[in-house]
């Protein structure tokens, strides 16, 4: 695929990944809508962007509020037009037991996560099926096929999305609207706080590069890949868990033990 002059909705875009995502959309000549919580960061980022000589507005989203989606939809089509593709970016991720997670937490990274894509994706379906062409970009994780210990809610938003986006794909068989999922493992970004560097440090997993994945996520766009999982072992495990899930049980058992103690909150 050819990015130049698509219109792109980027959501997360001021994140981690998302900035870097969106300087490397805008050097191949497409034309972005950032959507992000913090509108100082937006603004920075929308004159990056056209300092670099590329194309951007934004809007600002909060989607633990109801309607944002629809909201969001419309204000891209309104500032840049139609959209050609949609890239599900944001989210928001914890390391914790799950016993200390509290309620209002588990319903805003569900919504963040899970209710948000969905929502974003029906909102912009129409124009896709009305044209029959355009382009589904979801950011999943490993663990949207690997349940990972201490990461219970984040998994379970995560195989969601991994799910939709399965379904969505086989319901469009027969257009030609593509659906990509990428699955990261963990990446070095403010995501993380500082227990859960910690914790990789020490099992000896490895964190990729922001740069590095969105680099990974633009080509796997470009190449309108269906599925990409990166890193190893993460991905092995990932596909393992699918056929022998006891043995990747026992696998885990060393390193939940290793993890319990920064995964405990005061």
């Known amino acids: 695929m050819n990015l130049?002059?698509?219109?792109?909705?980027?959501?997360g875009a001021t994140g981690g990944i998302g900035q870097h995502i969106a300087m490397l959309l805008a050097e191949k000549g497409a034309a972005?809508?950032?959507?992000?919580?913090?509108?100082?960061?937006?603004?920075?980022?929308k004159i990056r962007i056209e300092n670099a000589g590329g194309k951007a507005v934004y809007i600002q989203a909060d989607f633990d509020v109801a309607g944002t989606a629809q909201r969001v939809a419309d204000e891209?089509?309104?500032?840049?037009?139609d959209i050609d593709i949609l890239?599900?970016?944001?989210?928001?991720l914890d390391f914790i037991q799950f016993q200390d997670q509290s309620e209002a937490r588990i319903s805003q990274m569900v919504n963040t996560n899970v209710t948000a894509p969905i929502q974003l994706a029906r909102a912009?379906?129409?124009?896709f099926l009305a044209k029959n062409q355009g382009h589904f970009l979801f950011i999943g994780s490993i663990f949207g096929s690997l349940g990972f210990p201490h990461f219970s809610t984040y998994c379970a938003s995560k195989f969601a999305v991994h799910g939709f986006s399965q379904?969505?794909?086989r319901e469009l068989v027969d257009?030609?609207?593509?659906?990509?999922?990428?699955a990261p493992r963990g990446i070095k970004t403010p995501m993380n706080d500082a227990k859960t560097v910690a914790m990789w440090e020490k099992s000896g997993n490895q964190m990729d590069a922001p740069e590095k994945v969105a680099q990974i996520v633009v080509n796997a766009l470009?190449?309108?890949?269906?599925?990409?999982?990166i890193g190893q072992p993460q991905s092995f495990f990932a596909w393992l868990n699918g056929v022998l899930p006891k043995a990747v049980n026992m696998g885990l058992k060393k390193q939940t033990a290793l993890a319990a103690p920064f995964a405990k909150r005061d």
């Open 167 to 169: 379904a969505l794909r």
């Open 222 to 229: 470009e190449k309108e890949k269906q599925e990409v999982f």
């Open 124 to 127: 912009v379906i129409p124009t």
């Open 32 to 45: 972005l809508a950032l959507a992000g919580r913090d509108i100082s960061k937006l603004d920075a980022l």
């Open 87 to 92: 890239i599900n970016n944001a989210g928001v």
């Open 4 to 11: 130049a002059n698509k219109r792109i909705l980027l959501t």
């Open 175 to 182: 257009t030609n609207i593509g659906v990509t999922y990428v």
């Open 76 to 81: 891209a089509k309104q500032k840049l037009g």
